[in-house]
Antibody, heavy 122, light 110 residues
Framework: DVQLVESGGGVVRPGGSLRLSCAASGFNFDEYGMSWVRQGPGKGLEWVSGINWNGGSTGYADSVKGRFTISRDNAKNSLWLQMNSLRAEDTALYHC???????????????WGQGAKVTVSS | QSVLTQPPSVSAAPGQKVTISCSGSSSNIGNNYVSWHQHLPGTAPKLLIYDNNKRPSGIPDRFSGSKSGTSATLGITGLQTGDEADYYCGTWDSSLRAVVFGGGTKLTVL
């Protein structure tokens, strides 16, 4: 079975840093693009960042561009999100999600992790 | 403010049918495929529908999806108490060049 397990969440002060990890199992990790999607308190889902199968292409939401960095290690079946210069509005549950292409050549998310909680507060 | 618009909540009795709407624009729903996800707090979101109306293996046919123009709809028949969850629509936005979601709809099975 496909499993995605996030870790590394916690409480951090504004301006601080945190690194989230996602351990993948049950599928050929190096065949899929991956993403991070977050849900703020009382809010809907928001795509944060994505990376292609070999790490050669990455993308970021405008709200995190320049502050967050996504990376992966296919040998370790692992995905990471380095979060710097954190702000109160980054407080959210962060899910890693597997990307899959739809019939139009764009992608959607077919498997999700339970999420890692990040709280940015002084 | 989410790019796609969903009603905040819907409710129906066990055994009944409910529909959840998702409204967008020509840059997203109007020209791209829609997916639907079920999320029970504390658990991983689950894919219910992709490509507007296709179900992944293991998803019962009580769940259905449709799309017309710039709107999409999730239908759930034979409601069960276990269906109580938040439901999200998602699609690609060609202008933003990213996956966008609705704000979520909380389903209550009375």
């Amino acid at each position: 079975d496909v499993q995605l397990v996030e870790s590394g969440g916690g409480v951090v002060r504004p301006g601080g840093s945190l690194r989230l990890s996602c351990a993948a199992s049950g599928f050929n990790f190096d065949e899929y693009g991956m993403s991070w999607v977050r849900q703020g308190p009382g809010k809907g889902l928001e795509w944060v960042s994505g990376i292609n199968w070999n790490g050669g292409s990455t993308g970021y939401a405008d709200s995190v561009k320049g502050r967050f960095t996504i990376s992966r290690d296919n040998a370790k079946n692992s995905l990471w999100l380095q979060m710097n210069s954190l702000r109160a509005e980054d407080t959210a549950l962060y899910h890693c999600a597997r990307r899959r292409y739809d019939s139009g050549g764009n992608y959607f998310f077919d498997y999700w992790g339970q999420g890692a909680k990040v709280t940015v507060s002084s | 403010q989410s790019v796609l618009t969903q009603p905040p909540s819907v409710s129906a009795a066990p055994g009944q049918k409910v529909t959840i709407s998702c409204s967008g624009s020509s840059s997203n729903i109007g020209n791209n495929y829609v997916s639907w996800h079920q999320h029970l707090p504390g658990t991983a979101p689950k894919l219910l529908i992709y490509d507007n109306n296709k179900r992944p293996s293991g998803i019962p046919d009580r769940f259905s999806g449709s799309k017309s123009g710039t709107s999409a709809t999730l239908g759930i028949t034979g409601l069960q108490t276990g269906d109580e969850a938040d439901y999200y629509c998602g699609t690609w936005d060609s202008s933003l060049r990213a996956v966008v979601f609705g704000g979520g709809t909380k389903l209550t099975v009375l």
